[in-house]
């Protein structure tokens, strides 16, 4: 095995699993039917994660509500659809590897596509194939299929993508970042970015810090990448309680949205810092992980080049930080404010703490402790 190879696999070893797919596929009936027939005609496919053999209702609600409907805005049918969503050893040592599952995935899905299209009746009736995790590659895959015969063919079928938590995302996607590189033991080809010039309408949707999304931009950044495995185990690939639906309470309002070619990029921030939860969990004074946490996510995103568009494809690269001075400057920065926040809570603490004295030894000391509430305050305020 090349070297590089041999690195990146030390890297996923310690993942239990490649969380897997979802695709769906919908179909709108034209202004002159009525709204009940749109409702019938629209379908959604939904497929679950690798491992995840069972696709219950709440799946497909989840999908249809905080993702489909606010990307696409109609009503859908929602139809379970069964893949393999394997990954040998992952998930079981006879299973398939990751590439043959991909690869068997995106035949169903290309037939479940030409059932939708035929149900419809009607070409010009949108679909739309959304995919999690491992079925974003299968969706990539129809992707790239759809782009080559649309190449070839006097019609295109309006198909649209809503990808979530997709490995092959240009600017983050694992796939992407090692573009052309092979883990042959586990079977799992490394294939490139989702293409973003094609007569297809896609959305993208990546959590901050999930290992196969927003994979460092330099691995090398050890906090960074040790960031990135744990946040697997905390949450980060996991989007069901997330959304791109605005009137949903979940919505967080500092989810950036970015365009590029065919495609509609969703970045939604993740508010603690995964390499920190461990810490919390142990009971650690949450006060002095809240003053540390500043510091540490600027070494971490010192692993990420958040000025390169979300549609760039980037590769992995070499250089451990982009520009040591603003690391330096933004490090410092973060320091400050971890000691702003421990002093804060150290006068919250003295404001809080109840007197012990009698009321002669109150009154005789009333000016002090005035004092010292008006001191506190003002620290709250420039906090």
């Not at 009503?75 to 040592?93: K, L």
């Not at 365009?259 to 508010?271: A, V």
Request: glycine content about 6%.
């Amino acid at each position: 095995m090349e070297p590089r190879s041999r690195k990146i696999t030390a890297l996923l070893s310690t993942l239990i699993c490649c969380a897997g797919a979802t695709v769906a596929v919908l179909a709108h009936r034209p202004a002159s039917r009525t709204g009940q027939d749109v409702r019938l005609l629209a379908d959604a496919l939904i497929m679950t994660g690798t491992d995840m053999p069972v696709v219950d209702q709440a799946w497909m609600q989840m999908a249809i509500h905080n993702y489909i409907t606010p990307a696409m805005g109609s009503s859908y049918t929602a139809i379970p659809v069964t893949t393999p969503e394997e990954f040998r050893p992952f998930t079981g040592a006879n299973d398939l590897t990751f590439d043959a599952s991909v690869g068997e995935g995106t035949s169903l899905v290309d037939a479940e596509l030409t059932a939708a299209l035929a149900r419809s009746g009607d070409s010009d009736i949108p679909t739309v194939i959304f995919g999690y995790s491992q079925s974003s590659v299968i969706a990539t895959m129809a992707k790239r299929q759809l782009a080559g015969q649309a190449a070839t063919e006097s019609s295109t079928p309006a198909v649209s993508f809503v990808l979530l938590a997709n490995p092959n995302r240009p600017n983050g996607g694992i796939n992407e970042r090692f573009a052309g590189s092979e883990l042959a033991k586990l079977g799992w080809t490394f294939s490139g970015a989702t293409p973003t010039d094609t007569p297809f309408t896609t959305i993208d949707v990546a959590r901050q810090y999930d290992l196969f999304a927003d994979f460092p931009t330099y691995p090398r950044n050890l906090v960074a990448t040790a960031n990135a495995v744990v946040a697997l185990f905390y949450g980060a690939h996991d989007y069901t309680g997330v959304t791109i639906n605005t009137d949903d309470p979940g919505y967080d309002p500092n989810t950036v949205v970015q365009h590029q070619g065919d495609t509609t990029y969703y970045f939604i921030p993740t508010s603690q810092l995964p390499l920190l939860r461990p810490l919390r969990d142990a009971g650690v004074d949450p006060v002095l992980v809240d003053a540390a946490e500043p510091a540490v996510r600027v070494l971490v995103e010192a692993g990420y080049d958040r000025s390169t568009p979300f549609g760039q494809p980037t590769t992995a690269q070499a250089g451990p930080v982009r520009n040591p001075a603003q690391l330096r400057s933004d490090f410092a920065a973060a320091v400050e404010e971890g000691k702003a926040i421990l002093q804060a809570a150290k006068a919250d603490a003295a404001v809080a703490k109840p007197l012990k004295k009698p009321a002669a030894a109150a009154t005789r000391h009333q000016a002090p402790t005035a004092a010292r509430s008006a001191a506190a305050t003002a620290t709250r305020s420039v906090r």
